[in-house]
């Protein structure tokens, strides 16, 4: 029997292979983004009550109403946008899932999918997998930003969809109003869909605003919002995440997610709609996510790493260059191995593994977790 991959060029995700690394060499792990912290007891309670009140079967497609009607309220209170609850908002497996179904949806054989490198993982594999050809713009470090005369040439007939990420992972930038502007001014008189994934919507810092799409009423017409309550609410295993878009859009991913995963964990919805109903819940987070930044770079100022503050996400870049020139993943690794510390190379993330000595440090650690890595960064 001969087996043959769909995706041939796809290795194990960075995430895994150094998460892995990091168990196995004992080391402290800064590398997939996850807090080592707990959520707050308070939703547990709630998702527990929930699981003994009979919220165990079925929840709707879209996802419990009493979440969907929390997730409208915020996006209203935050964006002053509207998105309804009946028909623009579903729930879904992690915001990972959103991602798949949205290009999955809409994606066919030969359409041109314009993503941004450094790029997530998951987006171009996706692309490939439904015959999609990913047109990657590479941006340089440090600062990351969108030359979007660029972005004009590259787009065609054949461009499906435009795949966008504020606050980005892995860079720790933001996109600005112009930005969006830019974005807006591109795809008006197309029938582009723009994928805006927002999962760290909720952590931006130095007082600028997160810029989503739905705050630009053409944009909004043609987008997917997508965003996590794992990274919010501390809980990265729980995989809850929503989507939302004008209602013929959803109408049509609907259609898909229904057979993909046909509705998600229902407990944990109930449990999160009753957290959402006191907005401090989420709104703290920026200052919470700022402090430990800002305690983590006082720390290693002094060492041999050089860096630009992460307006948002909860990652750090850090420039190696003046301390060796080795490739990227490898000097992650060796980080790992010989120095007990693990992060993500960010060459995995660029077009032909563009190697810019820039590593990437999670730092929704507790502060002694960010202490003990100070302590092994500043002999390096
Ligand atoms: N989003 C997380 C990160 O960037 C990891 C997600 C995953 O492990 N699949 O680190």
Known sequence: MQYTSKLPDVKTTIFSVMSGLAKAHDAINLSQGFPDFESDKTLTDLVCKAMHSGYNHYAPMYGNLELRLAISKKIELLYNASYLPEHEITVTAGATQAIFTIINTFVKSGDEV??????????????????????AIQLEAPHFSIDWNLVRQKVCRRTKMIIVNTPHNPSGTVFSKDDMLQLQA???????????????????????????VCLFPELKKRS????????????TGWRVGYCCAPKDLMGLFMQ??????????????????????????????????????????????GSRF???????????????????????????????????????????????????????????????????????????
Do not use: W
Request: proline residues 3%; negative net charge.
């Open 306 to 380: 050089k860096f630009k503050k992460s307006k948002g996400t909860y990652f750090q870049l850090l420039d190696y260059s003046g301390i060796t020139d080795e490739y990227d993943v490898d000097f992650a690794k060796r980080l790992t191995v010989e120095f007990g510390i693990a992060s993500i190379p960010m060459s995995v993330f660029n077009l032909n593994n563009l190697d810019h000595k820039v590593l990437r440090f999670c730092f929704a650690k507790k502060d002694d977790t960010l202490r003990r890595a100070a302590d092994i960064l500043n002999t390096i």
């Open 224 to 235: 997917f919002v997508v965003a996590s309550f794992c990274k919010t609410f501390h809980n």
């Open 186 to 212: 591109i795809t008006k008189n197309t029938d582009i869909i723009v994928l805006s994934d927002e999962v760290y919507e909720h952590m931006i810092y130095d007082g600028e605003k997160h810029q989503s």
């Open 114 to 135: 314009i993503v941004f490198k450094p790029a997530y993982d998951s987006y171009e594999p996706t692309v490939k997998l439904n015959g999609g050809l990913p047109v």
């Open 256 to 301: 898909v997610h229904q057979f993909n995963v046909f509705c998600v964990h229902h407990p944990t919805q109930k449990g999160i709609a009753d957290y959402m109903q006191e907005p401090e819940h989420y709104l703290g987070l920026s200052s919470f996510y700022q402090d430990k930044r800002d305690l983590f770079l006082s720390l290693i100022k």
